[in-house]
């Protein structure tokens, strides 16, 4: 081993196949997987959270908190990580601190090590219940910021290098553990990776991981300038759920980085057995691989800059509205709407909220119809936005909006009243676990189809 190896973590097992397999991987598969990815030394396993919790229970009638306690057990050597949305959680709104609290407490039980905490608007009060929690309970808190552009490199009015130290500063001082950048389309090009992780490594005193997409194209040759920079982790996939919209494939990176001081020193071959092992595995999967391009990379996305998840959302809501020949005017029409909402980065749920505006803007058009989660983000329900947004289309979306017509400056949180109470009078007689209980809290219909299936068959107990 060198004596400043990069470290690798493994996103096979939830962001991988959440890109490429539309979420879809079942615990009977990762099973066979598990022993022998707990023998390659990776950082740690990102095997939870993200899309996985709610695919779980909405199409493959999983309970997600099994499926964590499960690998947990086979994975005893390697650190468990998930992607938590800060005050979203694995849910699309904000929730209530009591509902953070007791969700962060059951998944740092139930086995995970590290929690990967992002908001979408790299509004920092949305990530102080979330790491205050976290360090409670005597795990490690990764601060995330979501690295957004407003042109095709960093700069600009709004995202700059200050931009993103400033907020790196900030989340080290709130007791985040390491600082993650996280690049959901694929944007970052090499000389910002440099860059940035280069100011990044000065101005904190705790690790930096960059997560990537191979969206781009870009992810692989970013990762060696950001090792060159010094970068503390990085994110990749096993070869068989690695590229297109997932991140970059593992093995060509450590031959890349062989006999270098940067050399991560995993052993090749049996990443290679375990890329075969993937492959016959994910056979089953092929129908939901997007195969309509040759292309392993979306070249237009360093134009376009939408995340492939909000493409795949936008092409079905086109196609249920017979208007998919309209997909190039809703290009045209994100980067205006993403500008009135003050130029949100477009993760979920944001990248949705603006992509269904959006759509709704080209069909009927602009701010005919508003959905409620744009009243909602106007309001000020999901925090700040990194820029202004638009006053007027703000004094349009808010008219006659039930909790009134003055947007909210506080955090977020603030405005909410707890549920966790009231989650456990609603599921009485058929929740039987904490986790169950935080099903429902999270997604009350879907988590209570979820359970009455579970328990008796779909009827009411």
């Given at each position: 081993?060198?004596?400043?190896?990069?470290?690798i973590?493994?996103?096979?097992?939830?962001?991988?196949?959440?890109?490429?397999?539309?979420?879809?991987?079942?615990?009977?598969?990762?099973?066979?997987?598990?022993?022998?990815?707990?023998?390659?030394g990776?950082?740690?396993?990102?095997?939870?959270?993200?899309?996985?919790?709610?695919?779980?229970?909405?199409?493959?009638?999983?309970?997600?908190?099994?499926?964590?306690?499960?690998?947990?057990k086979?994975?005893?050597?390697?650190?468990?990580?998930?992607?938590?949305?800060?005050?979203?959680?694995?849910?699309?709104?904000n929730?209530?601190?009591?509902?953070?609290?007791?969700?962060?407490?059951?998944?740092?039980?139930?086995?995970?090590?590290?929690?990967?905490?992002?908001?979408?608007?790299?509004?920092?009060?949305?990530?102080?219940?979330?790491?205050?929690?976290?360090n409670?309970?005597?795990?490690?808190?990764?601060?995330?910021?979501?690295?957004?552009?407003t042109?095709?490199?960093?700069?600009g009015?709004i995202?700059?290098?200050?931009?993103?130290?400033?907020k790196?500063?900030?989340?080290?001082?709130?007791?985040?553990?390491?600082?993650?950048?996280?690049?959901?389309?694929?944007?970052?090009?090499?000389?910002?990776?440099?860059?940035?992780?280069?100011?990044?490594?000065?101005?904190?005193?705790?690790?930096?991981?960059?997560?990537?997409?191979?969206?781009?194209?870009?992810?692989?040759?970013?990762?060696?300038?950001?090792?060159?920079?010094?970068?503390?982790?990085?994110?990749?996939?096993l070869?068989?759920?690695?590229?297109?919209?997932?991140?970059?494939?593992?093995?060509?990176?450590?031959?890349?980085?062989?006999?270098?001081?940067?050399?991560?020193?995993?052993?090749?071959?049996?990443?290679?057995?375990l890329?075969?092992?993937?492959e016959?595995?994910?056979g089953?999967?092929?129908?939901?691989?997007e195969?309509?391009?040759?292309?392993?990379?979306?070249?237009?996305?360093?134009?376009?800059?939408?995340?492939?998840?909000?493409?795949?959302?936008?092409?079905?809501?086109?196609?249920?509205?017979?208007?998919?020949?309209?997909?190039?005017?809703?290009?045209?029409?994100?980067?205006?709407?993403?500008?009135?909402?003050?130029?949100?980065?477009?993760?979920?749920?944001?990248?949705?909220?603006?992509?269904?505006?959006?759509?709704?803007?080209?069909l009927?058009?602009?701010?005919?119809?508003?959905t409620?989660?744009?009243?909602?983000?106007?309001?000020?329900?999901?925090?700040?936005?990194?820029?202004?947004?638009?006053?007027?289309?703000?004094?349009?979306?808010?008219?006659?909006y039930?909790?009134?017509?003055?947007?909210?400056?506080?955090?977020?949180?603030?405005?909410?009243?707890?549920e966790?109470?009231?989650?456990?009078?609603?599921?009485?007689?058929?929740?039987?676990?904490?986790?169950?209980?935080?099903?429902?809290?999270?997604?009350?219909?879907?988590?209570?189809?979820?359970?009455?299936?579970?328990?008796?068959?779909?009827?009411?107990?």
């Open positions: 081993m060198t004596s400043d190896p990069l470290r973590t493994d996103t096979t097992l939830r962001d991988g196949h959440q890109s490429i397999l539309a979420t879809r991987l079942r615990i009977e598969d990762m099973v066979p997987l598990a022993p022998e990815m707990d023998k390659v990776f950082h740690s396993l990102e095997v939870w959270g993200g899309a996985t919790y709610d695919v779980c229970i909405r199409f493959l009638n999983e309970d997600p908190w099994e499926r964590l306690q499960t690998l947990k086979l994975l005893p050597n390697t650190p468990l990580q998930m992607l938590l949305r800060g005050q979203n959680l694995v849910g699309y709104r929730y209530p601190d009591d509902v953070v609290r007791e969700f962060i407490r059951e998944a740092a039980g139930c086995g995970i090590d590290i929690f990967r905490i992002f908001d979408a608007l790299n509004d920092e009060r949305n990530l102080e219940v979330s790491i205050k929690t976290v409670e309970c005597g795990k490690h808190a990764q601060a995330c910021l979501c690295f957004s552009l042109e095709h490199r960093m700069g009015d995202f700059t290098l200050d931009y993103y130290i400033n790196a500063k900030i989340l080290q001082l709130m007791g985040a553990d390491s600082l993650c950048i996280k690049d959901m389309a694929g944007l970052i090009a090499p000389p910002d990776a440099f860059e940035l992780i280069s100011a990044l490594k000065k101005a904190l005193d705790i690790p930096v991981q960059l997560h990537t997409h191979y969206t781009s194209g870009l992810a692989s040759m970013s990762y060696l300038k950001a090792a060159e920079a010094g970068v503390d982790v990085v994110d990749t996939a070869a068989p759920l690695a590229m297109r919209s997932s991140q970059p494939p593992c093995e060509p990176l450590l031959v890349g980085l062989a006999g270098t001081a940067r050399d991560p020193g995993l052993d090749l071959n049996l990443i290679f057995r890329s075969e092992q993937v016959d595995i994910v089953k999967y092929h129908d939901l691989i195969n309509t391009r040759m292309a392993v990379f979306d070249t237009q996305v360093l134009m376009h800059q939408i995340p492939g998840g909000m493409i795949s959302n936008l092409v079905q809501q086109l196609k249920e509205a017979k208007a998919l020949d309209r997909l190039p005017e809703v290009y045209e029409e994100i980067p205006r709407t993403r500008k009135d909402m003050g130029y949100p980065p477009l993760v979920t749920p944001t990248s949705q909220i603006v992509g269904v505006q959006a759509v709704l803007n080209v009927f058009g602009r701010y005919k119809v508003i409620q989660q744009v009243k909602d983000y106007f309001y000020g329900l999901y925090g700040r936005s990194p820029a202004p947004v638009n006053p007027e289309i703000q004094r349009l979306a808010l008219a006659g039930p909790r009134g017509e003055t947007p909210i400056d506080c955090r977020a949180a603030d405005t909410l009243e707890d966790m109470a009231k989650a456990r009078e609603e599921t009485k007689g058929i929740a039987r676990t904490a986790g169950e209980i935080l099903i429902y809290a999270l997604y009350p219909q879907t988590g209570m189809e979820f359970l009455k299936k579970k328990y008796t068959g779909g009827k009411s107990s």
